[in-house]
């Protein structure tokens, strides 16, 4: 069972907090704090040995702790996520069959798609696809339809796996901390468009891709996870972009893992990970 | 100020001390534990705002935990300690350097040196060094000779920077958990001599380096880092031996910087490190 | 159009088969060759523009090589492969999903399981699936078996995608550098069974994967590809094997690529990889 | 011997090259070479044993090639460098010691430092130092001074290791192609001062650094080295810019390493590099 704990920063929170778990005889497995001294701010996960009542273990925790404090008592388990594609297929895929295997962390309810390409990966896996069709309509329409077809299902997160829209503020203010994206650059290097052309025009030697949440500055949200991978002359810029797609896979997969671990927290524009 | 603890598991162990903290008012800056559920042992390194009376604040841990704990409040903060060296420079002059401009978190007492090779860079840095000889003689009294001379400095540790010696178990038990080596492979593969010649003749294409304490065991005592880089068919045997000084020098430098600052701790042939 | 050659190595090598190219007219769009000095053999791969005939052109640059010297000029360039497979997914489905989206460079005839557990996957994307089990049966037997299903197929490789039978000689023997294994651990550490048991016990920091060609000594063959991830005193050896299905899968992907494009050339116990 | 060929592209260079090599009866240890498509260019590295007359060779090999060709018969095997600095001693340490052990690839002439913090460690290296204060003067008569002092000694290249001054378009235009500098940033991103801080600011989870060529853009000259090392939220700026002096350090050698053995060629704005 994991507790997650997020307030203002003060002396004694440890003990607090370890203090309530003890008086319940609780086992503490693993606890990872972090004191971000430029904020003032705290943040702690927990695991502990299962629990029974974990309504009244948030409550006694809530007690000995400052009123503006953020906790979650088993947060939900099996978090539920709705993927938005557009053509490309290799974050999909691989969400795809984690899920199918159990090993996801999250169970996909639904791909939207603004193009039908990967509809019939979809099928393939007996997973809900919706064709929403960016063309011929507005984006207020468009998200519209997109909200509508969201609305449907139960969703802790959204998952932008290579969906080429860029989403409007209203859109995003509407998911807050709930929508993941990954780039296709070592933010923040190449923001925006065509990234693997810029990297290549730059003549880098180290490619890379990020994951992080959405806010409504483009690319500006905060970071989960990045990763690189070397590059050399002999790369064209498709090149490039094909090797990228391996290590977009492999950060998303990363960040997904973590998130729905409830291993990162957001305050402001950064992330905690406790790896 | 640092705080280290190690001790048997139990329910409420992390409540104790912070609780104990507490009532002290003090600040906790960070607290890394961790739980072997293996061994059901309990590994805690807390970092806290400076406080007047370390010997105090030990006792008031020590009554709330068992009676089997380790506990050092701020240990040494500037470690002491004396390298053994053969004839290869590379991590020697590394540590030179750091601790010539006082960021190796620890000071070099002295060098000694089985080989005069090295003589010549430890005057440049006026640090002694002592010529001891392994030739014309047998090993205890080679090691009676390294005994006096490591005898005649204080000490936290002994570094051996490529010093190409077995050293006896009499000797490596006279200083328990306090020998670091550097072995020039990804342990445990290449265990024993020329461990680049038999990695260019496997065929590998990737080549390691592995700091760790030194037990009675050939390359075998607990590992504290270990570090890789690539390799390919163009790289000779002596190719890999280059590159991979590279790699010994960093992961040597990496260990002592986690060892000095008091975040390994060791419990049988393991180690804990909260990086 | 792909060149890939590998004889015994004599000056003026290069002058002899670029002179026979340039001959022809032909563009090079690349050219990597390696000479292994203890071996005294020259490797070599040409990557040039489409030309007509490439029976002919193979005929001219073998009048100017050494008799031994083995030739091939466009080499088939879809492989054709089987995979075979006990119960774990990680690495089919890796490869299911980059043949069924044509990126495989290889395209999968059938997969062979010794367990049923992945027919449903296979059946998924259209791919035959062949339960052969081992048990109730002598190894002889089974392999006959095996052997039955395979030479139902065309192939140029068998992929040995976590199959978790040990091989007879005999088998071996018959797919000379034709079977590519996936073998969870950095080999040559932890050879056989339970590595990342091995591993764990150990208490090391990097595990790794490793894709090698199947030659008759256990894990002993030529090594395609390795890579490393981190990790420390948190994990279990069950957090280790996890972590690990990770690097498997992107270590199999990596080799298999490097194979299907013709960039791998093995000569005794070793392969030149030029990537 | 070394052999370094750059030139427009043409069909037969390869064959050319190879045959006048095979004409004189030279053997080829390695070629490499790269045709950059985009620009129609042709790179060629070749290293072949030692030969009696370089400039015979070098006349010979210029008759096969097209007349624009830039050709180099066995570089000076040993390059001299100029050394700037201004307070920080991680690079130049590193430097000095490679040089002391001959281990650098080339011979450090004299350092020039804009304080005069780092005589101290030139003294003890016997390597002249030149303190040379920009301060209560403008930057034409700074530079003039440097150019003074440059003007003394021989040289191939300029090494900026953590030189803090920017040099201005008329200096950096007298030494073109010479001047190698390390930026303590993963460019583009956080170009110009206090990447550190900025990286921090953003969030990022890993850092970089970089080592290239100065160019009149400031940090936007041809990339030769990249690395990386991962951060997260427990690191301030200032811990990042600790981490970040290991890259530093080991991504200037490392270039310096590629750049002093001939494995470095500028094309425009880009680098190949046969590694």
Do not use: W
């Not at 069959?97 to 099928?123: P, Y």
């Not at 492999?250 to 905690?272: G, H, I």
Request: overall charge negative; some cysteine.
């Amino acid at each position: 069972m994991i507790i997650v704990i997020q307030c203002k920063d003060q002396v004694g929170l440890v003990a607090a907090i370890s203090g309530a778990l003890a008086k319940e005889n609780i086992n503490i497995i693993s606890m990872r704090e972090h004191v971000d001294k430029e904020e003032n701010r705290f943040f702690m996960r927990v695991e502990i040995e299962q629990y029974s009542d974990a309504q009244n273990l948030e409550e006694k925790i809530r007690n000995v702790l400052p009123t503006d404090a953020i906790i979650k008592v088993d947060p939900s388990p099996e978090k539920k996520i709705i993927v938005l594609v557009t053509k490309e297929y290799h974050c999909l895929a691989d969400i795809l069959i984690r899920n199918h295997f159990k090993t996801l962390g999250a169970s996909v309810q639904c791909v939207i798609g603004n193009h039908i390409t990967l509809e019939n990966i979809c099928d393939r896996f007996d997973i809900p696809f919706h064709f929403i069709s960016h063309e011929e309509k507005d984006k207020v329409a468009f998200e519209e339809e997109l909200q509508n077809a969201i609305g449907a299902y139960n969703y802790d997160y959204l998952v932008l796996a290579k969906f080429m829209r860029i989403l409007s503020p209203e859109f995003v203010t509407y998911f807050p901390t709930q929508i993941i994206n990954i780039h296709h650059s070592f933010l923040p290097a190449f923001i925006g468009a065509n990234p693997y052309r810029k990297a290549f025009e730059r003549g880098v030697k180290l490619i890379g891709a990020t994951a992080h949440f959405v806010t409504n500055d483009l690319d500006e949200g905060p970071i989960i996870a990045q990763q690189i991978i070397p590059v050399n002359h002999t790369f064209t810029a498709s090149g490039m972009m094909k090797a990228g797609k391996e290590i977009e896979t492999a950060v998303l997969a990363r960040a997904l893992q973590l998130v729905f671990d409830d291993r990162v927290f957001v305050y402001k524009n950064k992330t905690v990970v406790f790896e």
